[in-house]
């Protein structure tokens, strides 16, 4: 890890895989990127055993411990205040954060989701997938605004929906190539290929129109 590497805080609250693919990332593959600060809204969540394993420092700010969102909001951004972070990754923070939060972050902040946003925002996206009959599906990185799951989309990755599919399955296949696109789509920011813009995102410094596409060979399209 070096000085100039981009400096960044990870939310979770669950398993954290897309935490430990970026830990990973960091310490096999070269990601320059320094992750400051793990911050979790549940004791419990299974994830924070990854930061801890890669002495990472963890924030276990409980959103129950709280009177209301806006100040567990408040003591989230002091701890991210704290770890200097230029990067707000949420990699399945399940929380929603106050419009004051989001606009505090605004094109500072990215959101994985698993679906192909802007279908199915919010929970139970494979279901969601399957009751409609959609033959593909996948994950997108976003900026985020205030709203669930909202904001310019920077990134997607697709998959076919099989036959034989369930809630199950659909997620088991998605999860590695969900991994894959947080790692790359990370590594744009810390090349300083990706940016905020009024609303818009740009790539290489120019608009773009639709979502980057990440091919399964790992190749942005
Ligand atoms: C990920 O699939 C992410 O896309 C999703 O939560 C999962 C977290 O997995 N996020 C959302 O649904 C946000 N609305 P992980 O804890 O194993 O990284």
């Known amino acids: 890890m070096k000085q100039d590497d981009l400096k960044a805080a990870v939310l979770i609250s669950g398993t954290g ?5 970026l830990i ?3 310490q096999n593959d070269g990601l320059k990127l320094n992750i400051v600060r793990v911050v979790s809204n549940r004791k419990a969540a299974p994830g924070i055993g990854h ?14 411990d ?6 567990h909001d408040a003591a989230v951004a002091e701890v991210l205040e704290q770890s200097q972070a230029e990067l ?7 929380r929603i954060l106050g419009e004051d939060f989001a606009n505090k972050y605004a094109g500072r902040m990215i959101n994985l989701h698993p679906s192909l946003l802007p279908l199915y925002k919010g929970l139970d996206t494979y279901n969601r997938v399957l009751k409609a009959g959609d ?21 997607q990755i ?20 969900e991994h894959k696109l ?25 608009k773009i129109g639709k979502p980057l596409q990440l091919t399964h060979d790992g190749t942005f399209i």
């Open 17 to 21: 895989s897309n935490l430990r693919a």
């Open 24 to 26: 990973n990332a960091v």
């Open 51 to 64: 930061a801890k394993n890669a002495g990472i420092p963890v924030s276990v700010i409980s959103h129950t």
């Open 66 to 71: 709280f009177p209301d969102r806006q100040s």
């Open 88 to 94: 707000v990754i949420l990699a399945g923070y399940m």
């Open 135 to 155: 033959r593909e599906t996948g994950s997108s990185i976003h900026f985020v605004t205030a709203g669930l799951d909202s904001g310019p989309v920077i990134s």
């Open 158 to 177: 697709r998959i076919p929906v099989l036959p034989d599919d369930d809630a199950a399955s659909l997620s088991a296949r998605l999860g590695p190539m």
């Open 182 to 206: 947080v790692v790359a789509t990370v590594e744009l920011f810390c090349n300083r290929e990706v940016n905020y813009d009024h609303g818009s995102v740009l790539y290489r410094g120019r």
